[in-house]
């Protein structure tokens, strides 16, 4: 319980750091809560609340196919996103609760920050990839206590697919691959 609040505390000055250039340029009167770098494009920082949304399924491959298949959800409460109008490449970070929900009795939830890169391809696609390192929240009885996610997608107009390969979702090593949908990237 201990390290869960300092982890809970470790990402409140994490999201904290990130929010203030946005909260102090937002005060400036002279328009000049972009960043500018030295090739002239500009940064524009922007928070974000509840998006992305995912929802999915999630097979373990440590075990047979039929016993462990799960439904799998996660939230981003709050983000930060870094893009420029001039560049297609954005840079995302965020607060992130996650779950999957396997048999009845048997969930975990996590809360966690993940890190993404998305690519805009014309005005209306984009790719993404990135990594989240988590940690549970509650008892979780057969579950590992830390996960790292590795996931990309596509998305179309702000729906799209999601893949993810998780690392220790179970105690000891395991894995398990995700498919699912995502709303708002």
Known sequence: MNMMRS?????????LLFSCPLLCGAQEPDGAEDLTL???????????????FYVGASVPVDVPLGQSAAFSFGVEAVGLRLSARSCPVEATTALRFSGMCFQP??????????????????????????????MSLGKAQDFSRFMGVV???????????????????????????????????
Do not use: D, H, M
């Not at 982890?7 to 999201?15: D, G, I, R, T, Y």
């Not at 969930?107 to 989240?132: D, Q």
């Open 7 to 15: 982890f809970l505390a470790l990402a409140s000055c994490v999201l």
């Open 38 to 52: 030295e090739s002239g494009k500009r940064i524009t920082p922007s928070l974000r609340g509840v998006l992305p």
């Open 105 to 134: 009795g048997r969930n975990v939830f996590y809360l966690g920050i993940p890190l993404r890169v998305a690519g805009r391809i014309g005005s209306a696609c984009k790719v993404y990839a990135g990594a989240s390192a988590e």
């Open 151 to 185: 996931e990309g997608g596509v998305s179309f107009y702000g729906f799209g697919l999601r893949a993810s390969y998780t690392l220790t979702p179970y105690s000891g090593s395991s894995r398990a691959v995700s498919l699912g949908l995502i709303i708002g990237l």
